[in-house]
């Protein structure tokens, strides 16, 4: 990780703590906006088996107070229904998306928060030489079960709406494929969940994608790219949603 050099107290008047970390000049594993590698995809879940191995969740008590999955996609919901590209979601889109909220809040249980990177995104874990740095740590914390696995995939997915639907299905599949491979194979997650391990790997990725067709998509901006990239997402939502034996009716 960066050195820190110094480290602010919060200051109450200003709302404000405040950080100054050692520079590094690395670069991420994963390029962003292209198209990767299933190699470069295994390095980085590389760096992330060698994290789960480092957690010492005791020093974080568990909450005992946390929001519902189903809070948390409201929240998401309240921001894009504020959003100028809001109705690019139909009212059908929204009234799909809830009944999955709504399904998946009763899955995913305050009970599993595992303690995790909770921002681990492809720019948080770079290379330099032999070394790797791991950035972002202020994000240390309790979230769902595997949520530091679907992070980065998301929005990674998310940066590729300028390439062809094939070449997006292409790199979804590489990336669940290896994700799925990287937590039945941790020792870590192995322990935690044993024979639930790939039913929590298939709601964190629906999760992930839930997530991203409620309003981290907007991001895209164009409004054709979205539409092309909704219809792919919804898709494999589909998808987990049937290996969940999950109905909407």
Excluded at 85 to 97: A, F, G, V, W
Aim: charged letters at 30%; a positive charge.
């Amino acid at each position: 990780m960066p050195q820190t050099f110094y480290q602010s107290d919060w200051d109450n008047h200003l709302k404000l703590e405040y950080y100054i970390f050692e520079k590094i000049e690395a670069d991420p594993i994963i390029e962003p906006y292209k198209l990767t590698s299933e190699k470069k995809i295994l390095e980085f879940f590389s760096i992330w088996q060698e994290l789960k191995k480092s957690f010492v969740p005791a020093i974080f008590p568990k909450p005992k107070v946390y929001d519902s999955y189903w809070q948390r996609f409201n929240k998401w919901r309240t921001i894009r229904l504020n959003h100028k590209l809001k109705d690019l979601l139909t009212i059908e889109q929204d009234e799909k998306l809830k009944k999955v909220a709504k399904k998946l809040d009763r899955l995913i249980t305050i009970k599993n928060l595992e303690f995790c990177h909770k921002h681990l995104s492809i720019y948080d874990i770079k290379k330099k030489g032999e070394y790797y740095y791991i950035f972002s740590n202020l994000f240390y914390g309790w979230s769902y079960p595997l949520y530091d696995s679907v992070f980065a995939f998301e929005w990674y997915i998310l940066g590729l709406s300028d390439y062809s639907k094939k070449e997006i299905e292409n790199q979804l599949q590489k990336w669940t494929k290896t994700i799925l491979l990287s937590v039945k194979s941790n020792k870590t997650t192995q322990g935690l969940y044993q024979k639930d391990i790939e039913q929590l790997h298939n709601i964190s990725v629906a999760e992930r994608l839930c997530a991203a067709l409620n309003l981290d998509i907007l991001e895209i901006k164009d409004p054709n790219k979205i539409k092309k990239m909704q219809a792919i997402l919804n898709n494999w939502l589909d998808a987990y949603l049937t290996l969940l034996n999950i109905t909407l009716e």
